[in-house]
């Protein structure tokens, strides 16, 4: 098979997005339309991708500058190329841009930045219909009206039984017989290279918008001899583009109707799949429950027997085997991830911040925040509390409404918790402190010093009591 050199239409202002982001970068599931194609383009194993970019052409290719250096770890061979479409004269015109680029020794696969979905599969065996001397495109049949789209005019079958394509012909330019076609074109298209140079040197803008159109290679392609075939396919929302919000949010509950599919295919327990959304990547093991309202965000990992009570939403996070998170609580891992071990419990309403790292059987309680913190196994911290920047040593008990000073205006500090310390509610760890193995520390302590193991430290005012003392009273 010749090399694949990959081009994605992203020029287009998205007028009826009615934003000032460009089309292509408003987000589907978490990541921009235009990455779910570029993804695609890197599992396809292209040689190339070259980013046709026009409207907000300074945004998407910056963009693309910061998919290459994420992309750059799954896929080395993609080189990622975008060129700019100034002015912008039509389909044909952009693709025309990208003509330089394009090695005549390879094959070219057209996509476009606002069609997210098209499937490997799919693009793989429109390669393969391809081969090294016709055209390919990629099709839809639903059975009802194609509304607006361009119809699929076929010609009399072939003594192999491929029925090739004579024409595209747009809604508004058909007759009545052409518009009941119910077979249209997705917008993509595989040519050998040095094909699609030939036609596209053809095109001419002789028409009422003055364009110059794609869907004219069709028209040279066959006056030329050139076979054109096509890939009929009928699942519409794999081919489905966004021009509106309307259009974005029914894609987005097609995405996670499909996710949940396939997590609860594999074992996954949703209460209601209607409620659930994944926004990246999530993994999970067996026996796993998810209850409503949940959005998982990055790289999330489920290990066996997790539950997730209602209404979480956790980021770029790896749960253990039998840790439950219960209602309300937010976990994000940031760039590093946070961990919560096996048989930890977390929540509810309790927040895990980057560099949270929880040991087996943690209990992080109701508005309990950790950021940057490491608990062993066996702590606990269930009420009100704050641990940021702590080391936190196995069986510690943190007490209700105690946090970690750990910010003196300009530095953070650390505070380390030895294995077994007790520290009361309402305590304040001024870091850098170390409160030694087996201490306890006092209800209402201001602790700012690092104290022996086994030791009691109690800093506090003496409490006076006055008898008989009269409140004041509200003058007349």
Same mark, same amino acid.
Do not use: F
């Given at each position: 098979m010749?090399?694949?050199? +990959?081009?994605?239409? &992203?020029a287009g202002k998205g007028t009826r997005m009615k934003s000032q982001r460009p089309k292509v970068l408003h987000r589907l599931a978490g990541r921009p339309l235009l990455g779910h194609v570029?993804?695609?383009?890197?599992?396809?194993?292209?040689?190339?991708?070259?980013?046709?970019?026009g409207h907000g052409a300074a945004e998407v290719e910056a963009f693309c500058a910061d998919w290459t250096g994420a992309a750059g770890r799954k896929s080395t061979e993609l080189q990622l190329r975008p060129v700019r479409q100034e002015p912008q004269l039509g389909t044909g015109h952009a693709v025309q841009q990208a003509v330089p680029m394009l090695p005549d020794d390879g094959l070219t696969l057209i996509l476009n930045g606002d069609v997210p979905l098209v499937r490997t599969e799919t693009m793989q065996r429109l390669i393969a219909l391809c081969g090294d001397d016709q055209i390919a495109l990629l099709t839809v049949d639903t059975g009802r009206d194609a509304g607006a789209y361009g119809r699929i005019v076929r010609g009399a079958a072939e003594p192999d039984g491929d029925v090739p394509v004579r024409a595209i012909v747009e809604a508004k330019d058909a007759t009545p017989d052409q518009r009941a076609i119910?077979?249209? !074109?997705?917008?993509?298209?595989?040519?050998? @290279?040095?094909?699609?140079?030939? !036609?596209?040197?053809?095109?001419?803008?002789?028409?009422?918008?003055q364009e110059f159109y794609l869907t004219d290679v069709v028209k040279h392609a066959v006056a030329g001899g050139t076979p054109v075939l096509a890939l009929k396919i009928d699942d519409e929302a794999?081919?489905?583009?966004?021009?509106?919000?309307?259009?974005?949010?029914?894609?987005?509950?097609e995405v996670q109707r499909r996710t949940a599919q396939r997590l609860m295919e594999a074992g996954v327990r949703l209460l209601d799949p209607a409620r659930f959304d994944v926004r990246g990547d999530l993994q999970c093991g067996q026996d796993v429950e998810i209850d409503v309202g949940c959005i998982f965000e990055g790289t999330v990992t489920l290990a066996d027997n997790v539950r997730i009570g209602a209404h979480c939403v956790i980021a770029n996070a790896r749960v253990e085997a039998g840790a439950v998170i219960h209602p309300f609580t937010h976990i994000d891992g940031g760039k590093?991830?946070?961990?919560?071990?096996?048989?930890?419990?977390?929540?509810p309403f309790a927040?895990?911040?980057?560099?949270?790292?929880?040991?087996?059987e943690v209990h992080i309680g109701n508005f309990v925040e950790v950021k940057n913190s490491t608990l062993a196994a066996g702590a606990k911290a269930n009420h009100l509390a704050y641990?940021?920047? &702590?080391?936190?040593?196995?069986? +510690?008990? !943190?007490?209700?409404?105690?946090?970690?000073?750990? !910010?003196?205006?300009?530095?953070?500090h650390r505070t380390v918790l030895e294995a077994d310390v007790h520290v009361g509610s309402n305590c304040v760890l001024v870091a850098p402190v170390t409160i030694g193995a087996g201490g306890t520390v006092?209800?209402?302590? @201001?602790?700012?010093?690092?104290?022996?193991?086994?030791?009691?430290?109690?800093?506090?005012?003496?409490q006076v009591s006055i008898a008989n003392w009269a409140r004041p009273q509200k003058k007349r």
């Open positions: 010749s090399a694949i050199d +990959v081009v994605i239409m &992203a570029l993804d695609s383009a890197a599992a396809l194993r292209a040689r190339s991708a070259v980013v046709i970019t119910t077979e249209w !074109y997705s917008g993509v298209m595989a040519a050998p @290279t040095r094909l699609l140079k030939r !036609y596209l040197a053809l095109l001419t803008d002789d028409n009422a918008q794999e081919v489905a583009g966004v021009n509106s919000p309307v259009q974005l949010a029914e894609l987005e509950r590093d991830g946070a961990v919560v071990g096996p048989g930890a419990l977390v929540g927040r895990l911040r980057p560099g949270a790292q929880l040991g087996a641990l940021g920047d &702590a080391t936190v040593g196995e069986r +510690v008990n !943190y007490g209700a409404g105690s946090i970690t000073a750990n !910010y003196d205006g300009a530095n953070k006092g209800g209402g302590s @201001t602790i700012t010093k690092s104290t022996p193991p086994g030791a009691l430290s109690v800093a506090r005012g003496k």
